[in-house]
């Protein structure tokens, strides 16, 4: 044919090369949807050539020439980015709608250029042309500030966002936010407000599919009393156990306890509970207990307990996994052992252990940067604490310790007045040398490795190696004498009493005459355990010093807080009445006995030797009657949780000694302790 029709030009691709590599259809967007929901990182590009056509002689130009409607979005690239580039997304609503809006009206310029009722000019007219310019100008800086938006920094510590990619994880860290861009606070504000929302509806929706359970103690604050007598009763506790178990912030106590008092309705129940431990353990030392009826007071105090048990453990319990809960914890534990009910093996140290493990007491407050100075110093003393009532526990409960790593500094040595909950940054803590109201928490535990250590080798089931259990009981007597060093130096300081002295040394003691007691009672067939039996000799008596005088069950003379604690408390607060401590002294007295010199019967003059060894034996044996008169004085007093075990085995050792000492045979000294524990028994009767 002469007039051959002229050769058509392929239709540019309008796809991107991604897409067009891989065959799958482009959605023609900026990233496309096909290469954002890619495994592996696409980089979505457009040839120029493919969205950018130069109009020739054969095709019009692309902004006037008649097409079919396209998509919104499917504009080419602007002008000034580089040939190949990846198209970044951003989340700003602001900019996506303006983009829109320029796009829709060139599409509507488009679509009137292309109408068939308007007659084409062979060329385009300036002043369209202008406005499609600076259209295109436009969507091109908007895109530009698109980008840029996109390559800022990550949002800061303040955003929910992941600071870096995991590096299992195969993609990119712009697809790891889990909150709003600052870009969006209206969002952040709307996530925050629904997920409150959705908090109450779920608590809502928990709270009906729960049993509905009897509270034990509805009604805790009628059982408060008048404010006279609960000023005694805390400062009772604030000057005994609180200057030796750091449990709360004194200064901050009382502001809640004022606020308390002015108005009673409006208290949280985390210190309504608080008041009520704090109430049950300053009973204990009140110098007129009892005067309203021995036996109220003990219901009044059991009526605490369970209250804040029940709250503990109860349907609320989730709520107590915080400071406040532990500070219960730890007062409960002491209050049980106040006398009735006395320790639990559900409620246990141990558990404490766990719970305080679990909210990271067990770390240093150096991992916690945001944490406020006080809290951290308040953690560091709830620690101490958590760990002295585990050691006394196992201790007391023969069961292995289990103490998980920790990194916790000891607590600094502050005053309360000197620390408060707005503080910022802590002062410098006073020198070691000067007295504080931390100094009893960091005497104690500045042992604490020490007799951790004593621990397991008494709850090891292998032998005690000599030598080890040696070198451990002269670190002990080293920190006795450290305690009594610093009593000495503290006379005239008010925060430190007898009380202190006395419970600090029974608690030493306690782990060396246990350390010491297996070595104790093979002594008598091995001569080099000798000292051994020595030891135990001395911790026994240290500890049996501090016990109440046999004056004081016949005369009521007021009693100093330390022997109200031994003829109250139950597990190891009762020190001098402790069985290991009867037990103790009347095997050391039997022992004695029977490796002194046979006097023949018919000799009259008495025997040096027997006189000698009658002398020697005469403060132990004295020493162990009036524990036993002690233990009988426990039982005679009404509201309080009868000892009739200890009164009895204390009285049939008595009785077992006197006739030993009397020249008895086995089948006399025999029919004794049986007639002695008959008599206690018939006693026992008459004064329950």
């Known amino acids: 044919m002469a007039d051959t029709e002229p050769r058509k030009r392929r239709r540019p691709a309008k796809s991107c090369e991604q897409c067009r590599?891989?065959?799958?259809?482009?959605?023609?967007?900026?990233?496309?949807?096909?290469?954002?929901?890619?495994?592996?990182?696409?980089?979505?590009?457009?040839?120029?050539?493919?969205?950018?056509?130069?109009p020739t002689d054969h095709q019009a130009s692309p902004i006037i020439s008649r097409e079919p409607q396209r998509n919104a979005r499917s504009y080419p690239l602007p002008s000034g980015m580089p040939e190949g580039s990846t198209g970044k997304e951003c989340i700003s609503s602001q900019l996506g709608s303006t983009i829109r809006d320029l796009q829709l009206r060139l599409q509507r310029l488009e679509e009137r250029l292309t109408d068939t009722d308007i007659v084409r000019p062979s060329a385009p007219e300036p002043d369209i042309q202008q406005a499609l310019r600076e259209l295109c100008d436009k969507v091109q800086r908007l895109e530009q500030r698109l980008l840029s938006c996109t390559d800022s920094p990550q949002a800061p510590k303040g955003e929910l966002s992941i600071a870096a990619t995991p590096p299992r994880l195969h993609t990119s860290s712009r697809k790891m936010k889990l909150g709003p861009q600052p870009l969006c606070p209206e969002l952040k504000a709307e996530l925050t407000a629904r997920t409150k929302e959705l908090r109450l509806l779920r608590g809502s929706v928990k709270a009906a599919q729960s049993p509905r359970l009897n509270?034990?103690?509805?009604?805790?604050?009628?059982?408060?009393?008048?404010?006279?007598?609960?000023?005694?009763?805390?400062?009772?506790?604030?000057?005994?156990?609180?200057?030796?178990?750091?449990?709360?912030?004194?200064?901050?106590?009382?502001?809640?306890?004022?606020?308390?008092?002015?108005?009673?309705?409006a208290a949280p129940t985390p210190f309504l509970m608080k008041l009520?431990?704090?109430?049950?353990?300053?009973?204990?030392?009140?110098?007129?207990?009892?005067?309203?009826?021995?036996?109220?007071?003990?219901?009044?105090i059991q009526t605490w307990i369970y209250a804040a048990q029940w709250w503990l453990t109860g349907p609320a319990e989730k709520n107590t996994f915080n400071l406040d809960g532990l500070q219960i914890f730890c007062l409960l534990l002491l209050a049980r052992q106040m006398g009735s009910p006395g320790p639990s093996l559900y409620l246990s140290a141990g558990s404490l252990l766990q719970t305080a493990t679990a909210m990271g007491l067990h770390r240093d407050s150096a991992y916690f940067?945001?944490?406020?100075?006080?809290?951290?110093?308040?953690?560091?003393?709830?620690?101490?604490?958590?760990?002295?009532?585990?050691?006394?526990?196992?201790?007391?409960?023969?069961?292995?310790?289990?103490?998980?790593?920790?990194?916790?500094?000891?607590?600094?040595?502050?005053?309360?007045?000197?620390?408060?909950?707005?503080?910022?940054?802590?002062?410098?803590?006073?020198?070691?040398?000067?007295?504080?109201?931390?100094?009893?928490?960091?005497?104690?535990?500045?042992?604490?490795?020490?007799?951790?250590?004593?621990?397991?080798?008494?709850?090891?089931?292998?032998?005690?190696?000599?030598?080890?259990?040696?070198?451990?009981?002269?670190?002990l007597r080293t920190t006795c004498h450290t305690i009594t060093t610093f009593f000495q130096s503290n006379t005239t300081t008010i925060t430190t009493s007898p009380f202190h002295k006395s419970h600090l040394l029974t608690t030493l003691n306690r782990y060396i005459l246990h350390l010491h007691l297996p070595f104790a009672h093979a002594a008598s067939t091995t001569?080099?355990?000798?000292?051994?039996?020595?030891?135990?000799?001395?911790?026994?008596?240290?500890?049996?010093?501090?016990?109440?005088?046999?004056?004081?069950?016949?005369?009521?003379?007021?009693?100093?807080?330390?022997?109200?604690?031994?003829?109250?408390?139950?597990?190891?607060?009762?020190?001098?009445?402790?069985?290991?401590?009867?037990?103790?002294?009347?095997?050391e007295l039997i022992t004695q006995i029977e490796e002194a010199p046979a006097v023949p019967n018919t000799t009259t003059a008495p025997n040096?030797?027997?006189?000698?060894?009658?002398?020697?034996?005469a403060p132990i044996l004295q020493t162990l009657e009036n524990l036993a008169l002690q233990s009988a004085h426990v039982l005679r007093m009404h509201g309080k949780s009868p000892a009739l075990k200890r009164y009895i085995i204390s009285e049939a050792l008595v009785a077992q000694i006197r006739a030993l000492e009397d020249g008895g045979g086995g089948g006399d000294v025999q029919g004794v302790v049986y007639e002695a524990v008959r008599g206690c028994l018939r006693e026992g009767v008459g004064m329950l």
């Open 276 to 300: 009520a431990l704090i109430l049950a353990i300053g009973t204990t030392f009140h110098p007129q207990r009892g005067k309203a009826g021995k036996e109220y007071d003990t219901r009044l």
């Open 608 to 617: 040096p030797l027997t006189l000698l060894s009658s002398t020697i034996r």
């Open 369 to 475: 940067p945001f944490l406020p100075p006080f809290q951290s110093e308040m953690r560091a003393r709830l620690w101490a604490t958590v760990l002295e009532l585990t050691l006394q526990s196992s201790l007391d409960s023969a069961s292995p310790i289990t103490i998980p790593y920790f990194d916790t500094k000891p607590p600094s040595n502050f005053n309360d007045t000197d620390i408060n909950p707005d503080i910022k940054p802590l002062p410098n803590p006073h020198p070691s040398t000067t007295h504080t109201d931390t100094s009893l928490q960091l005497l104690l535990n500045a042992s604490f490795s020490l007799r951790a250590e004593t621990i397991h080798l008494i709850h090891s089931p292998d032998r005690i190696p000599y030598q080890k259990a040696l070198y451990l009981a002269t670190k």
């Open 215 to 265: 509270d034990p103690v509805p009604d805790l604050l009628s059982t408060i009393p008048t404010r006279s007598v609960c000023d005694e009763l805390v400062q009772c506790y604030l000057r005994t156990f609180e200057r030796v178990y750091r449990i709360v912030h004194i200064p901050s106590f009382n502001k809640e306890y004022q606020q308390f008092w002015d108005q009673p309705l």
């Open 21 to 54: 590599q891989r065959k799958v259809r482009c959605d023609r967007n900026v990233p496309c949807g096909p290469c954002t929901r890619a495994r592996s990182s696409l980089g979505c590009s457009y040839r120029r050539d493919s969205r950018f056509s130069t």
């Open 527 to 587: 001569p080099q355990y000798h000292y051994s039996r020595k030891l135990c000799l001395e911790s026994a008596l240290t500890i049996a010093s501090f016990a109440p005088s046999s004056s004081t069950s016949i005369l009521p003379i007021p009693l100093d807080d330390f022997p109200l604690l031994t003829l109250t408390a139950r597990g190891p607060l009762r020190g001098p009445l402790n069985l290991d401590i009867i037990c103790t002294l009347a095997l």
